[in-house]
């Protein structure tokens, strides 16, 4: 079981709009500046915003950094939708439906935590053999 780092913990709240996907990967980006991790974390943040920003039935989401002792996990909070998150279909004349797919491949882990207000969609990105990234939020 990996545990937090209380330190490396960043969380920020965002408008459920497309035009606020480009603040959310810039804000992870920020936060894993020159890690080699950056580009996934960055990847998955957009796909798990994106996803809370089309499916949820709030108006508004959070992000949240953690670093883990070796994986940076990346979890979107949202008020929820109809459903579970999940993939959607992969076929090659789709044309959406493939953000939890990238999320899965870049991620050694992800899930769905859901309760009765709030739906978080999370991700761990390894970084078993990279620098931690709480060593780059304090540069």
């Known amino acids: 079981m990996n ?4 330190e490396a913990i960043q969380i920020r709240r965002f408008r459920a709009s497309l035009p606020e996907l480009q603040h959310v990967r810039r804000f992870v980006g920020d936060l894993v500046t020159n890690h080699p991790s950056a580009d996934d974390a960055v990847l998955a943040a957009s796909e798990l915003a994106a996803n809370a920003i089309e499916h949820s039935d709030s108006g508004a989401f959070t992000v ?32 959406r439906g493939r953000g939890l797919f990238i999320v899965e491949s870049i991620s050694r882990h992800w899930g769905v935590a859901r309760d009765a207000a709030h739906t978080s969609v999370w991700c ?16």
């Open 3 to 6: 545990m937090l780092d209380a």
């Open 64 to 95: 949240q950094m953690a670093h883990l002792q070796d994986a940076v996990r990346i979890e979107v909070r949202d008020a929820g939708g109809s459903g579970l998150p999940r993939p959607g279909p992969n076929g090659p004349d789709a044309t």
């Open 124 to 139: 761990e990105i390894d970084c078993a053999h990279a620098p931690a990234v709480h060593e780059y939020l304090a540069a």
